[in-house]
Nanobody, 124 residues
Framework: QVQLVESGGGSVQTGGSLRLSCAAS????????MGWFRQAPGKEREFVAV????????RYADFVQGRFTISRGNAKNTVALQMNSLKPEDTAIYYC?????????????????WGQGTQVTVSS
């Protein structure tokens, strides 16, 4: 059974940092692209970042603007999102997702497996 579990969310003030982690089990995650998405209250879920399983190249949403970094653990079954210089508009539930087809996509429809999400709240 495939399972993704996020951790590391919380509440910070503007300009603060958080590191989200996602632990994957039950699949061949070393060959999956892994992504992060987020959903703010009243808004649709949106792409944040993705990392390729081969080569480790990364791709980010425009709003990241160099503030976030996605990375994978050595065992390839973990993925992290380091978030710096957080803004109130970053407040959302953040989801980890896995793409077995390795499409390197920003579309959530390409991701087959999802975690339950972790809340990030940034206050001004």
């Amino acid at each position: 059974q495939v399972q993704l579990v996020e951790s590391g969310g919380g509440s910070v003030q503007t300009g603060g940092s958080l590191r989200l982690s996602c632990a994957a089990s039950g699949g061949t995650f070393s060959r999956y692209n892994m992504g992060w998405f987020r959903q703010a209250p009243g808004k649709e879920r949106e792409f944040v970042a993705v990392i390729r399983w081969i080569g480790g190249s990364t791709r980010y949403a425009d709003f990241v603007q160099g503030r976030f970094t996605i990375s994978r653990g050595n065992a390839k079954n973990t993925v992290a999102l380091q978030m710096n210089s957080l803004k109130p508009e970053d407040t959302a539930i953040y989801y980890c997702a896995a793409d077995p087809a390795a499409s390197y996509s920003v579309s959530e429809s390409e991701y087959d497996y999802w975690g339950q999400g972790t809340q990030v709240t940034v206050s001004s």
